[in-house]
């Protein structure tokens, strides 16, 4: 079964050592010429220099319509500082991935400038030590101070009193409606806008007149391949309820869930699709599409999707704050805030940075055509901002937003909304019951409660 | 999947180097070529992998310099208790099950199809070994497409069935494994008919020939002659494709990053999520322990398989 070809002889004027030498000096002269630009990563590799002086590097998450709007912003700031070599922007998938890249390039030392980063996980950074403070003398260096903000995102940024991130907008879990099957179905306003809906008997009622008149559904909102939707919509109902407790406390050590109030919030939200009110089983394009189309009056997700709305031909849709089905108003939201990762920055860079900070926030109005919420205060009050409709018709949702409890595994796109958005999904999806749901979500949580705090 | 060797004939103690040279010239001028790449084995493999090791016994984290506190076996002893480990363990465990079959028995079936083609065998090889150079990113994306809820190719094909709302694969936790596991079998297949390939191509005709004369149909060349004579080829495909399959990673970090929930997370990523989404980087080395024990458990039982067939033959 041998069946290896004879070695061959030497021949040839080319022999394998004149081969040899010749490829490593063609290779040592490539390598040359690569390091000779100067500011090339390589050589600022090598050096451990700065890669482009003059350059403030920023790193971000947003994809999509927020991807463009934000190419908008960026390209206002090269105008203004100089041309396309004032800034270096790197776009990341979000959720874990993104956050290990951040922490990773923090440890070793090459982290950008400025980075973007929900504050719901800014305050696992900063407990891992890996963000620069952002003390009031910073605020300063760039003219801002605390009272510029909208106190629920500018507490939600803090760490141990500390704040650690400048947050630049919020963006609650909101309800996008189909106007024309929503005044059909005798669901709008005078004025042409939903009318309040209140309680779960309203829910219901607005959900069933909007499935009579769509002859599909009355809501759809994703329940496969998007946990953290799940997780927002759950969250944002069980907050809703008097006595509702933070799933997790004490920084994530214990396990504070009501259990008895999740399970009749599951059931409830499964009751939905067994009256055939909402799709069991529909991801996020799927559940977006419906409503588009005019099989669903209501389509339930994060403001951001406005963007994707918008560009549907002759839709006429509207947005409001998800109403109040229970006792107190709640929804479940974040905000994407800018973070400065730790690492020995000179007086120079520092005041860059806050000035890429400045320029994103003065641009507010850019960034709230998206859908998000400003949290700095000159742009949220101003009459430009409450112009933009529908994306001003959900402003005071920033009052009563609820925010992820804080635990080193918990966060936006973190374990922890995994964890329980699946749970959830699954019990939409009607392949678990909500007893059993939240056993599996408390049991799940309280490993992580046990396992010892890496931060 | 990247680290294969394309060794078709396992080394055999044939005769021994003959020549008696002066040995310790050779065997410094061996060490000389061998330095190269020991020293970027020991910085990139062996090292680590000992690092590794004695980071399991710590608390360590990776956002903490130093090791941390020495716990002894207590990240073994969480891991054991840890029923998401143990899924993820099951979860690579049955994507292992569900390719290693199809790929080493449609591999072998196709090979034998392909060498019985009287022409354009040339073509055959190519069309089932080109998605095999495609990487991991792009077979993804090909799939993701395919398997997209309710508007991908596969649901569009189920809706001219007659299925009105097709299941999202990817997003089922039932069958999501096994949307990666039908996109890794046509991605991977390739390789494995390639060595088949090779085993069928070195058996002399001769043999064919003799059976035939002696009256053999087809179906007993093929249970009698083909498959004794490639029992090698099969053991050596199974092992790597075992490997291979303990290690999956790429496709599903890409495809459903191991969703939905956490219905498809395997080993690897249950040790990527706890070393850095989670930053548990001692914990994180146990699992690998546990998973290098794993691997090595089933390379040494296909050694002693192997030297069994050995002395059979």
């Known amino acids: 079964m041998n069946s290896h070809p004879p070695t061959p002889g030497p021949r040839g004027p080319l022999s394998r050592r004149s081969l040899l030498r010749g490829g490593l000096a063609a290779g040592g002269l490539g390598l040359v010429a690569g390091t000779a630009g100067c500011g090339s990563p390589l050589a600022a590799g090598l050096a451990g220099t700065q890669l482009n002086p003059g350059t403030v590097t920023f790193w971000n998450l947003f994809a999509g319509g927020d991807g463009a709007r934000l190419q908008i912003m960026l390209d206002q700031y090269r105008e203004q500082h100089g041309g396309a070599d004032s800034l270096v922007s790197a776009t990341f998938a979000w959720g874990n991935p993104y956050y290990t890249k951040v922490s990773l390039a923090t440890l070793g030392n090459k982290p950008p400038d400025v980075a973007v980063a929900h504050v719901t996980r800014a305050s696992n950074l900063a407990a891992a030590g890996l963000l620069e403070p952002i003390t009031d003398d910073v605020l300063a260096l760039a003219g801002l101070s605390a009272d510029d903000f909208s106190q629920t995102a500018w507490k939600a940024s803090q760490f141990q009193g500390q704040t650690y991130a400048i947050p630049m907008d919020t963006h609650p879990w909101v309800l996008f409606y189909n106007a024309d099957v929503c005044s059909a179905a005798g669901l709008l306003g005078p004025d042409g806008t939903l009318a309040p809906i209140e309680g779960v ?255 | 999947m990247s680290a294969h060797t394309v060794g078709a004939q396992p080394a055999v103690p044939t005769t021994p180097s003959g020549d008696a040279a002066p040995a310790g010239g050779r065997q410094r001028s061996a060490w000389l070529f061998i330095a190269p790449f020991a020293f970027f084995y020991l910085c990139f493999l062996l090292g680590p992998a000992l690092y590794m090791f004695v980071a399991s016994f710590f608390d360590a984290s990776i956002v903490k310099s130093g090791l941390g506190n020495f716990i002894g076996l207590e990240n073994y002893a969480a891991l054991v208790r840890s029923s998401a480990f143990w899924s993820s363990m099951w979860h690579t465990l049955q994507f292992t099950l569900y390719t290693v079959p199809p790929l080493v028995i449609l591999s072998f079936v196709f090979a034998v199809l392909a060498n019985r083609m009287p022409r354009g065998q040339t073509f055959w090889r190519l069309a089932f070994f080109t998605p095999y150079i495609l990487p991991s990113a792009a077979i993804s994306l090909i799939w993701v497409f395919i398997y997209t809820a309710d508007t991908g190719l596969w649901a569009t094909v189920q809706k001219l069935f007659g299925d009105d709302s097709p299941t999202p694969v990817l997003g089922t936790p039932s069958i999501a494994m096994v949307g990666i596991a039908v996109a890794t079998v046509w991605w991977t297949i390739g390789f494995n008919f390639i060595l088949y390939l090779a085993g069928l191509q070195d058996i002399p005709r001769e043999l064919y020939e003799a059976a035939s004369i002696d009256g053999a149909t087809p179906w007993q060349q093929i249970r009698h002659l083909t498959i004794p004579l490639l029992s090698r080829t099969t053991t050596l495909v199974l092992l790597l494709q075992i490997i291979a399959s303990l290690k999956i990673f790429d496709q599903v970090y890409l495809m459903t990053n191991g969703g939905p929930g956490t219905s498809t997370r395997t080993a690897l990523l249950f040790i990527t999520d706890t070393g850095f989404a989670d930053y548990r980087i001692g914990a994180a080395a146990a699992a690998s322990f546990l998973l290098f024990l794993v691997i090595v458990t089933i390379a040494v039982i296909r050694q002693l398989v192997e030297r069994a067939q050995q002395k059979g033959a």
């Not at chain 1, 999740?262 to 939200?269: C, E, G, V, Y």
């Not at chain 1, 991801?283 to 669903?296: C, K, N, R």
């Not at chain 1, 005071?396 to 909304?417: K, L, Q, R």
Request: aromatic share 10%.
């Open chain 1, 201 to 455: 008997e309203g829910w219901e009622a607005a959900l069933t007149a909007g499935k009579e008149a769509s002859g599909g559904f009355g809501a759809a909102t994703a329940t496969v391949a998007d946990d953290s939707n799940n997780w927002r919509f759950f969250s944002t109902l069980y907050r809703q309820r008097d006595g509702s407790t933070p799933l997790v406390d004490d920084g994530g050590l214990s396990v504070t869930m009501d259990d008895e109030l999740a399970i009749d919030t599951l059931a409830t939200m499964r009751s939905w699709v067994e009256k055939g009110l909402m799709p069991a089983t529909v991801d996020t394009p799927g559940a977006e599409t419906l409503m588009f189309t005019g099989q669903s009056a209501f389509f339930m997700n994060g403001e951001w999707e406005v963007t994707t709305a918008q560009s549907i031909e002759g839709l006429n849709f509207g947005m409001s704050a998800f109403p109040t089905l229970y006792d107190t108003p709640a929804v479940q939201a974040d905000s994407h805030a800018f973070i400065l990762p730790r690492m020995d920055r000179s007086a120079e860079q520092l005041e860059r940075a806050m000035g890429f900070v400045t320029s994103m926030l003065d641009q507010g109005l850019t960034w709230a055509e998206g859908g998000h919420v400003p949290t700095y205060l000159p742009v949220y009050e101003s009459p430009e901002y409450r112009r933009i409709t529908p994306q001003s018709s959900y402003a005071d949702t920033v009052d009563y937003a609820v925010y992820d409890p804080a635990a080193w595994y918990s966060g936006s796109g973190s374990n922890f909304e995994t964890v329980v958005g699946s749970t959830v999904g699954l019990v939409q999806q009607g392949l678990t019951s909500p007893q059993d749901a939240v056993a599996g979500i408390r049991s799940t949580l309280e490993t992580y409660a046990n396992t010892p705090n890496p931060l």
